[in-house]
Nanobody
Framework: QLVESGGGLVQPGGSLRLSCAAS????????IGWFRQAPGKEREELSC????????HYIDSVKGRFAISRDSAKNTVYLQMDSLKPEDTGVYYC???????????????????WGQGTQVTVSS
């Protein structure tokens, strides 16, 4: 399973680091995607990283502010979020799949694993 953590309430301009920890399988064998679902909106892909970390993708609205990384020793992928804005508010999910394309899009077919989500609220 995948478990996200690290969400919370932060002021605009602040930072958070989200974690996506795996149990029961080795995350190094998977590409990982981070997604966000804001209130009343559809889920959107934010960032994804391939097996071996050779490919990394960000959507334009988070480029330069968010950074995805992997710690193999901890079997965890992180999403460092800086310069947070109120529009970054939402539930953040991670997904894992051997395919980079599947992990990035999380459409059909769905990724092998989804986390339960962690709430991020950016507000003063």
């Amino acid at each position: 399973q995948l478990v996200e953590s690290g969400g919370g309430l932060v002021q605009p301009g602040g930072s958070l680091r989200l974690s996506c920890a795996a149990s029961g399988f080795n995350l190094d064998d998977y590409a990982i995607g981070w997604f966000r679902q804001a209130p009343g909106k559809e889920r959107e892909e934010l960032s994804c990283i391939s097996k071996g970390d050779s490919n990394v993708h960000y959507i334009d609205s988070v480029k330069g502010r968010f950074a995805i990384s992997r710690d193999s020793a901890k079997n965890t992928v992180y999403l460092q979020m800086d310069s947070l804005k109120p529009e970054d508010t939402g539930v953040y999910y991670c997904a894992a799949d051997p395919s980079f394309a599947v992990a990035c899009v999380a459409g059909n077919p769905p990724p092998d694993y989804w986390g339960q989500g962690t709430q991020v609220t950016v507000s003063s």
